[in-house]
């Protein structure tokens, strides 16, 4: 019951109906592979393979959106009440972690993935090797690589690192709304930098193969971490306090406290960070598909053209302008705004995809 509430109060469609796209656009959409860096849908939903009328995500409407790859995360702590309403939530879901460690946690989630996979009919498909990277878009299958946000699963024992490498995981943010043992997070209570923990955590996520994902990062753990990371690295998934930076009298989560100034999306992009862009309509100024691509301009001039991608956190509690549904607007904005082919292209999904291959 909690989950299902959870995710129809919070999982919201608020923006105006559009058209539908034009028919070149629909092709040129379906022609090229669709990442999205970042969904929060198994945080929220028991099954997968139905059509809902609620949330943002699930494989029949992927699929219909022309979604061909996305990053499906795990979070082991949410903010509220420090975290303690976490375990009822994940309880109403049907997780039940043989241990009480958030790796074990972790676990629990994989399998859920896996077990979605399995039941399937090989229309969602884990994509754990370069081989399955390669496959994106070529057979109408839903593939899927495993996040996890925020450093608690790591707890304090770096031999967690090979542990959440051996489960599958291909991206791990060091904090998520909560400050983590690894760093601080933007909407933590510190939001301090990296921890001397939290450094050779980093040196060991890249050792083991790991991306390091900065999205939720402080200011401070950000310029402490990027100079440190020596393999390709990301910010799944932000919006810009240029465009959104409004504060918040009574909670730490804002557009203020959450997205990146340009400063450190610059000093991303420099060292060859990629930068997904959220759709959340809170953390993007409006609910609207102008302030989508206004976004992606914005991401575009700061980082270039090979440093952005979409990083949507769909089903992640946050409202947003549409669904998984409006992918193909996305792509017909972006030309619309006067972007190439292959620039649309390549930040649509070549770009994650370069990330993930490495």
């Known amino acids: 019951m909690i ?9 919201r469609t608020v923006g105006p109906p559009l058209p539908p796209v034009r028919e070149d656009v629909a092709a040129f959409h379906a022609s090229i592979p669709v990442v999205d860096l970042l969904v929060g849908t198994l945080l929220f939903r028991r099954a997968f393979d139905r059509r809902l009328q609620h949330g943002h995500v699930d494989l029949p409407r992927a699929r219909e959106g022309g979604l061909d790859l ?62 399955d990277l390669d496959a994106v878009g070529r057979d109408g299958a839903l593939r899927a690589f495993i996040g996890v946000q925020g450093g ?4 304090g024992d770096l031999r967690n690192v090979a542990r959440l490498r051996a489960l599958g995981v291909r991206m791990l943010g060091l904090a998520h709304v909560m400050d983590s043992p690894l760093a601080g997070s933007g909407s933590g209570r510190s939001a301090g930098s990296l921890t001397g923990f939290g450094r050779e955590a980093v040196a060991e996520i890249e050792a083991q193969g790991i991306l390091v994902d900065l999205a939720h990062a402080s200011a401070a753990t950000i310029r402490d971490a990027v100079p440190r990371l020596h393999r390709p690295f990301l910010v799944s998934h932000t919006g810009f306090t ?3 930076g409004g504060a918040s009298r009574w909670r730490r989560y804002s557009p203020a406290t959450r997205n990146i100034a340009d400063a450190e999306a610059r000093l991303v992009a420099e060292a060859g960070g990629l930068i997904g862009v959220t759709l959340a309509a809170r953390l993007i100024g409006d609910a609207t598909l102008d302030a989508v691509v206004r976004s992606f301009e914005h991401a ?17 509690a946050l409202a947003m302008p549409f669904d998984v549904l409006g992918l193909p607007w996305i792509t017909q904005g972006l030309l619309d705004a006067g972007l190439g082919r292959d620039v649309v292209a390549a930040v649509m999904g070549g770009n994650a995809l370069r990330v993930l291959r490495a």
């Open 3 to 11: 989950d299902r509430l959870a995710d129809r109060a919070l999982d």
């Open 300 to 316: 575009l001039e700061l980082a270039g053209p090979a440093q952005v991608a979409l990083g949507s956190d769909f089903d992640g």
């Open 242 to 244: 240029a465009l959104a």
């Open 70 to 131: 996305a990053g499906f995360t795990i979070a082991t702590r949410f903010p509220d009440a420090r975290g303690l309403l976490s375990a009822p939530h994940f309880a109403a879901l049907g997780i039940t972690p043989w241990g009480r460690r958030s790796i074990d946690l972790v676990e629990a989630f994989v399998r859920r993935l896996e077990g979605w996979a399995a039941a399937s009919g090989g229309r969602l498909v884990l994509a754990r090797s370069r081989s």
């Open 152 to 155: 608690q699963a790591v707890g």
